[in-house]
């Protein structure tokens, strides 16, 4: 079984990468994988109630980060139908490509701290197409923002679901973790964020057409103000809500995209259908790729049935046995979060690492916090920031392969040397 398992998870991730060649939809080719491995998963296991049980707890952690993607990403299309990141665009007046990279990526390293990076992610993602004209440009910027967003949560409990994971778990403790890997992350960013800002050279920003321009009415100033408060308040306040009330954070995205919805609607009440339609959220959940989302279920469910049946716990066993070194295992654990979701390997290695041994933020748990954490930038599918990215600016799978990932690999090997240095030096 597990062989076949394997081969079919990497028959339908070759399928999803070379998407353009074979011209089949990724989309398609992750929901046709996750089927197939239930499927097979089902029969050569042959109990109905456990695979059941399996695949509703499966089904219900893939739902909760779905959800949250689709509320997040309405929320920020409901804030960019009302002209809302003008307030912010009007604040940058760089115009060199260059500059603009530096200080998107600061912001997002630390915003992404903050909220998580699968929000900040969309957010900025969102902001770009606000700044900038040119396709390439924006892509190019996604790709600088996914690795800021992931180096950016993997150094707060908060940041990241793996940190947070490790952190609920009692591995890590909060200012261990941001003393302990902050420089690492940094570092993490400060790599690609230099190659690709001296790449930039001296290129001017071309800025897309002002709001004043666009075919439908543009809004107040007050209208506006209103739903970027508003809408970035929501954003900021779902770990807040997570801290107060320990329901997951997908539901409080959801209350805040309710309140955002009902203030808009009081807001426009007086306003005539035309005039009013592109502002309502059913505007806004209609412009929402849900082909991407459709594809982030896929890969979730496909990998749920490698936790499942055992294979990552196995994988994460022979490393163990067979490289030995644990700075070298943890680092093979983060390349391969870029592959396979970086929540079952690090939940296997939860599993696998018994904290008597290895006590609350010892060296394993931090390292393996800052790898899963940065890891999953090397490849486009392999964060849920990626995939928001991806889903957001259409982002090809190779092109992210020829443009991003040495980038993104380049970042994470320095700033793991940067924390391995850091660690011996102070240990």
Known sequence: MTLILSLLFVTAYLAIVLEHPLKINKSASALVGAGLLWTVYAAARGDAALVNAQLGESLMGSAQIVFFLIAAMA???VVD????????????NTTRLSTLMWLVGFFTFFLSAILDNLTTTIVMVALMKRLLAERDDRLSFAGVIVIAANAGGAWTPIGDVTTTMLWIGGQITTMAIIQGVFLASLVNL??????????????PVVAPPSAAHREHLPTTPTERAVVLTLGLAVLVLVPVFKSLTHLPPFLGMLLGLGLLWAVADVMHQRKDEAHKQHLTLVSALARIDMGSIVFFIGILLAVAVLEHSHILGALAQWLDTTVGRQDLIVVVIGLASAVVDNVPLVAASMGMYDLAKYPTDSFLWEFMAYCAGTGGSILIIGSAAGVAAMGLERI??????RKVSALALAGYLAGALVYLAQYHWLH
Do not use: N
Request: no cysteine; aromatic share 14%; net charge negative.
């Open 190 to 203: 400060l790599v690609p964020l230099a190659i690709t800002s001296w790449l930039m050279g001296a290129r």
């Open 396 to 401: 090809d799978f190779l092109w992210y392969l």
């Open 81 to 92: 139908a009302h002209d809302g990141f003008e307030v912010l665009t009007a604040l940058i």
């Open 75 to 77: 929320i920020v299309e």
